[in-house]
């Protein structure tokens, strides 16, 4: 799921767990807000997609798909994509995007998911892993739901970006809550976060059993500098999001020692 990333003024006030993060309140303005902004469209889908690569046959699951924006870029690169979202609002606007040519289902990360073992060949999540305090058992899903050589693509809030912006700051290498309110046609919603180091991300690839492939910190399209030059200005020099590809080793049935 892909946030609205403008930096919040102030973190004094704590979300009520209770209310935080409840999409399907928001779904429409959410949606609207995210299709064509810099943030999203000029950067964090690019970067995936350009991530990907030639997707063309493959199996894909978009884990957090939303209204399905990153759904269809994949589709119409020749993609067999299912999407799974929390939000059944999200999902409402999904159907309504992609039709019949994707299939979407209700389900939560933390969740055992509604697929065969081996189902895909890529997963991408967009912007949804930083929702999490503990990633554990979603990888190991993730895992189990790729078949042998797949690969999961995931892109997750910089942790240099939530360190910097708290006040008190954090220990870094503590995994910490965060919050704040996201303001969409003058109506605040409140958001929570779990912000992890680095390391600690890398340590929970590799504990599912990931191989990691690739962390970038990519610059934005190049066509968001004169559609957005503060926006592209920003994105260009500070970071953001990180992105990873990481990959189940391939099955060794077979091979010959």
Not at 183 to 189: A, D, I, K, P, Y
Not at 238 to 247: G, I, N, R, T
């Amino acid at each position: 799921m892909e946030p609205v990333t403008d930096v919040p003024e102030s973190f004094a006030r704590p979300a009520d767990p209770a209310r935080a993060n409840d999409y399907d309140s928001f779904a429409e303005a959410y949606s609207a807000e995210t299709e064509n902004n810099v943030v999203n469209a000029y950067y964090a889908r690019p970067a995936v997609l350009a991530l990907a690569g030639d997707v063309a046959g493959r199996r894909i699951l978009d884990a957090g798909c939303g209204s399905g924006p990153l759904s269809a870029a994949l589709r119409d690169r020749g993609a067999v994509v299912t999407g799974i979202d929390g939000s059944t609002g999200m999902l409402a606007l999904a159907k309504r995007r992609l039709g019949d040519d994707v299939a979407l289902h209700v389900a939560d990360l933390r969740d055992r998911l509604p697929f065969d073992d081996g189902a895909f060949d890529d997963v991408v999540a967009s912007l949804v892993l930083h929702y999490l305090e503990d990633w554990g058992p979603t990888l190991a899903e993730l895992r189990r739901v790729l078949s042998p050589g797949g690969r999961l693509i995931a892109s997750v809030d910089h942790p240099i970006v939530a360190y910097t912006i708290q006040d008190p700051r954090p220990d870094y290498f503590a995994t910490t809550s965060y919050t704040f309110d996201w303001t969409f046609n003058g109506r605040s919603v409140p958001m929570r976060f779990w912000r992890k180091s680095l390391q600690a991300m890398t340590d929970a690839f590799t504990s599912a059993g990931f191989r990691i492939s690739v962390i970038s910190e990519p610059q934005p399209d190049p066509a968001a500098r004169e559609l957005f030059p503060d926006g592209f200005h920003d994105l260009s020099t500070k970071p953001c999001f990180l992105f990873f590809v990481v990959e189940v080793p391939p099955s060794t049935t077979g091979s010959v020692a």
